[in-house]
Nanobody, 118 residues
Framework: QVQLVESGGGLVQAGGSLRLSCAAS????????MGWYRQAPGKQRELVAT???????NYADSVKGRFTISRDNAKNTVYLQMNSLKPEDTAVYFC????????????WGQGTQVTVSS
């Protein structure tokens, strides 16, 4: 079993920045992609960004150019640098690890709250 622990959430004014971190309790196979999702009140959970072990990234259109996902495989950690934050970025952000295979488990963190005030 792998635990994902997020940190770095908080309250920030619009236009500000935050950096989220997600540490895995042990090393994951390189076939696992890591990612960040978010869920705002009354809305479905949505993808924010993903990164493969090789460094290939994917972003939601709403965060392109503002958010950057990165990964340190040696530290089993994935980061999300969030710049130019907007009130609509307010949500609980969840870390995810997914191998994309039905034979391997998918893992989720407990979530960290990000609140952007206008």
């Amino acid at each position: 079993q792998v635990q994902l622990v997020e940190s770095g959430g908080g309250l920030v004014q619009a236009g500000g920045s935050l950096r989220l971190s997600c540490a895995a309790s042990r090393s994951l196979s390189r076939i696992y992609a890591m990612g960040w999702y978010r869920q705002a009140p009354g809305k479905q959970r949505e993808l924010v960004a993903t990164i493969t072990s090789g460094g290939t990234t994917n972003y939601a259109d709403s965060v392109k150019g503002r958010f950057t996902i990165s990964r340190d495989n040696a530290k089993n950690t994935v980061y999300l640098q969030m710049n130019s934050l907007k009130p609509e970025d307010t949500a609980v952000y969840f870390c995810n690890a997914d191998a994309g295979l039905l034979t391997l488990p998918e893992y989720w963190g407990q979530g960290t709250q990000v609140t952007v005030s206008s």
